[in-house]
C-alpha cells in the first residue's frame, strides 16, 4: 500500500533521512519502506517493479492522509520505565493533596477491587505521591528542611480498617522513595532475619540511601534511593504483564512504537526474556537496559547481548544509577538533596547530595563493561555526578583505544538526564563521543525552582541542550514514564519553547535561558534518528526511508511548521504503524477525502 499526502496540501511526510526530506509518498511492502517521492513516480516504479500489476491496482491501495495532517517516523522514547508506567495507571497518587488522600485512594482500590479485596496477601502498588503539595497543604508556607513531620508513615494505613494488615507498597513521583505499610516491613524482616529493629542497617551502612526511622530506630515505612532493596520482592508475573499491556496501549496510542526501558525494577528483564522465550512477539520494540547491583559480582564478561529482531527485543547496555533524583523541585528534604553537586545547594548549605555509586567504582565498572564490549548508559543528575562518569569514560577510551584499537563512540556510551554540568563538562561530552539522553519536559518542570536550588551561575549550565550540541554532542530524547506523561509531543514542545503549556516561563514567553532551545528539526530527530542511533537500530528504525521499517505515526496537525507552538499540544496522533501493520487508528480507506 501507499500512503500520500493530501493533494490539496503541500508534501507532508517527514522522512527525516539526513537531509530532512519532506515528500508526497512512501510505499510499504510486508515490514518495510520501499520507496517514497511524488505520487506519479512511485506509480511507475511500484508497477515496473512488480510490485503491483498496474496503475488502477496501485491506486486502489493508496491512503491519502487528510489536509492538515502530516506523517513522521513514529517515535522512539529513549528513557522510559515501562512496568511502573503501567503500576502508575493502575493506581496513580498525583492528585492526592494529603496523607490521607493517599489512604483514600488506596482504601477505594482494594474496595473496587474484589480479588484484591478478598486476599489481605495480595500486594498492592500505587505510584505518584507527592510530597511537595501536602507540604503546601499542610502548612500554608514555603517547606522547608524542618517539615519531616509531614513524612509518611506506615501508621497511616494501620489506622484504616480497609488497609491495615496488608502489604502496600507506594512509590514517590520521582521514583526515589518508598512508602510502605507495616506489613511490608514485617515481611523484610522475615526474609532477612531481623528482630526488634536491632539489625537493620544504620544510614551509613546504606551508602545511596537511607531508612525513615521511628523512635526504636525501626523502620516508618519510608525508604529512600538504595535503602529499597531491603524490602524489594519481584512483583508475579501476571502483575507485571498487565502493566505491560497497558504500557503498550498508552505508547501506541501516543505514537510509540519504540522504547528504551532504564526499568527501575530488576526483573524487568527477566519479565521481556520470559516474554519471548515462550515465543511472543513483542506489541512494541523494547531496548532494554540491564539493570546494575553493585552487590553483585560482575557479569559483562558472562552475560549474552539479546538481540531477538523477530520478537522485537534487543540488550546490550547496562544502566549505572550514580546519583540521585532527575529533580530539582524545591526543599524536598532528604530526596530531592541527592543530586551530587561540586557546591552545596543554594537554598541548603548544609548538603551537596550524594553518590548512589563511588567514584572509584565507576572508574573500575564502566572501563571494563565498554572493553567487554557493553553500551553503558550511565544516570547522572549533578554536575560533580556527570563529571565523575565522564572521568570514568575518559579512562575507558584510553583503555580501549590502547588495548583493543577501538574508538569510544563506538560503543556510544550514554548519559542518562545529564542536567547540570561545568562549563568544562559541556564541552568534554561533545569532545569524547558521548550520547546526552534528555527529557525535556523536565525543563519546564525544573525552571520555575532551578535558579533557586542552585544560584544564578550554576543554573546556566542545568538542561543546556544548545552548549550540547555546539560542543558535537549527540542527543536522543525521552519521556522519563512515570515521572513524566507519556505523550511524546510535549516533550517536542518543551524542547522548542522551553515554557509550560500556558506559554510562560522564568525568563518570559520567549522560553527560559532561549539560546538552549532546539529547532523543530532537532527535537523530531531526537525524537526518532537519534534515539535509535542511541540504540544501534539506525539502520533500520528512525526515518522513512527504503530499506527501513515502516514504523510511522499521522498526526492530526503539521507540528513542523505551525505558527502557535501550543498548538503542538492540540496536536493527536490519528494512526500508529508498526512494521507495516495498523496498530492504533485507521488508515483512510478509498478515494481521497477532501
Known amino acids: 500500500y501507499t500512503v500520500c499526502s493530501s493533494s490539496n496540501s503541500e508534501p507532508g511526510i517527514y522522512t527525516v533521512d539526513d537531509d530532512n526530506s519532506v515528500v508526497e509518498c512512501i510505499v510499504v511492502e510486508g515490514t518495510d519502506v520501499v520507496d517514497s517521492g511524488r505520487l506519479v513516480e512511485v506509480m511507475d516504479r511500484t508497477v515496473s517493479h512488480g510490485l503491483v500489476s498496474s496503475q488502477k491496482e496501485f491506486l486502489n491501495a493508496v491512503h491519502y492522509i487528510p489536509e492538515d495532517a502530516i506523517v513522521v517516523p513514529s517515535f522512539i522514547d529513549s528513557h522510559v520505565h515501562s512496568?511502573?508506567?503501567?503500576?502508575?495507571?493502575?493506581?496513580?497518587?498525583?492528585?492526592?493533596?494529603?496523607?490521607?488522600?493517599?489512604?483514600?485512594?488506596?482504601?477505594?482500590?482494594?474496595?473496587?477491587?474484589?480479588?484484591?479485596?478478598?486476599?489481605?496477601?495480595?500486594?498492592?502498588?500505587?505510584?505518584?505521591?507527592?510530597?511537595?503539595?501536602?507540604?503546601?497543604?499542610?502548612?500554608?508556607?514555603?517547606?522547608?528542611?524542618?517539615?519531616?513531620?509531614?513524612?509518611?508513615?506506615?501508621?497511616?494505613?494501620?489506622?484504616?480498617?480497609?488497609?491495615?494488615?496488608?502489604?502496600?507498597?507506594?512509590?514517590?513521583?520521582?521514583?526515589?522513595?518508598?512508602?510502605?505499610?507495616?506489613?511490608?516491613?514485617?515481611?523484610a524482616e522475615e526474609r532477612w532475619g531481623f528482630k526488634d529493629g536491632k539489625t537493620w542497617p544504620n544510614d551509613d551502612e546504606l551508602e545511596g540511601g537511607r531508612i525513615l526511622r521511628g523512635d526504636d530506630g525501626r523502620p516508618n515505612g519510608v525508604f529512600l534511593d538504595n535503602a529499597q532493596s531491603l524490602i524489594y520482592v519481584p512483583a508475579a508475573y501476571e502483575d507485571n504483564l498487565a502493566r505491560f499491556e497497558i504500557t503498550v496501549a498508552d505508547a501506541l496510542a501516543n505514537g510509540v512504537t519504540a522504547m528504551h526501558d532504564a526499568g527501575f525494577l530488576p526483573e524487568t528483564l527477566q519479565f521481556y526474556e520470559r516474554l519471548v522465550n515462550e515465543g511472543k512477539i513483542l506489541p512494541i520494540r523494547v531496548y532494554a537496559m540491564h539493570n546494575f547491583d553493585a552487590s553483585s559480582p560482575y557479569w559483562g564478561n558472562t552475560t549474552e547481548k539479546l538481540d531477538f529482531e523477530e520478537n522485537r527485543l534487543k540488550m546490550r547496555s547496562v544502566k549505572l544509577v550514580c546519583d540521585g533524583t532527575p529533580s530539582f523541585l524545591p526543599l524536598r528534604p532528604l530526596i530531592l538533596l541527592s543530586q551530587q553537586l561540586y557546591e552545596p545547594y543554594t537554598d541548603d548549605p548544609s548538603s551537596s547530595g550524594f553518590m548512589r555509586l563511588p567514584a572509584s567504582l565507576l572508574n573500575e565498572i564502566i572501563p571494563r563493561f565498554i572493553k567487554d564490549g557493553w553500551q553503558v548508559n550511565a544516570h547522572a543528575i549533578g554536575d560533580r555526578a556527570n563529571g565523575i562518569v565522564l572521568d570514568a569514560f575518559e579512562k575507558a577510551a584510553k583503555e580501549l583505544r590502547e588495548e583493543q584499537g577501538v574508538e569510544l563512540g563506538e560503543r556510544r556510551p550514554r548519559i542518562e538526564h545529564a542536567q547540570i554540568m561545568t562549563k568544562g563538562d559541556l564541552k568534554r561530552i561533545g569532545k569524547l563521543g558521548v550520547i546526552a539522553s534528555i527529557q525535556p519536559t523536565h525543563v519546564t518542570d525544573d525552571m520555575w525552582y532551578g535558579e533557586a536550588r542552585l544560584g544564578p551561575e550554576r543554573v546556566k549550565g542545568l538542561y543546556a541542550f544548545r552548549s550540547m550540541m555546539n560542543s558535537g554532542a549527540r542527543i536522543t530524547l525521552g519521556t522519563d514514564i512515570p515521572v513524566e506523561g507519556i505523550n511524546p509531543l510535549e516533550g517536542f514542545y518543551a524542547a522548542i519553547t522551553r515554557t509550560d503549556k500556558a506559554g510562560d516561563s522564568p525568563h518570559g514567553p520567549n522560553g527560559w535561558f532561549p539560546e538552549q532551545k532546539l529547532t523543530r528539526e532537532e527535537a523530531l530527530r531526537g525524537m526518532t534518528i537519534d534515539p535509535a542511533y542511541a540504540s544501534f537500530t539506525e539502520s533500520t528504525l528512525g526515518s522513512l526511508e527504503p530499506g527501513k521499517k515502516a514504523d510511522f505515526v499521522v498526526l492530526s496537525k503539521n507540528i513542523m511548521t505551525v505558527e502557535d507552538p501550543k498548538k503542538v499540544l492540540e496536536t493527536r496522533v490519528l494512526v500508529t504503524v508498526l512494521d507495516g501493520q495498523v496498530v492504533f487508528g485507521k488508515l483512510p480507506e478509498g478515494p481521497e477525502l477532501v
Do not use: C, M
Not at 510530597?131 to 484504616?160: C, G, H, M
Open 83 to 187: 512496568l511502573e508506567y503501567g503500576f502508575h495507571r493502575l493506581l496513580p497518587l498525583d492528585d492526592a493533596e494529603s496523607i490521607d488522600a493517599v489512604v483514600t485512594l488506596v482504601r477505594n482500590f482494594i474496595l473496587s477491587n474484589p480479588s484484591v479485596h478478598t486476599n489481605k496477601t495480595k500486594w498492592i502498588y500505587g505510584w505518584g505521591f507527592d510530597k511537595i503539595r501536602w507540604l503546601n497543604d499542610a502548612n500554608s508556607v514555603p517547606p522547608t528542611s524542618s517539615n519531616l513531620e509531614i513524612w509518611p508513615t506506615y501508621q497511616a494505613f494501620d489506622s484504616d480498617p480497609v488497609t491495615a494488615g496488608r502489604p502496600i507498597w507506594l512509590t514517590s513521583k520521582d521514583g526515589h522513595a518508598i512508602w510502605t505499610s507495616k506489613k511490608i516491613i514485617e515481611l
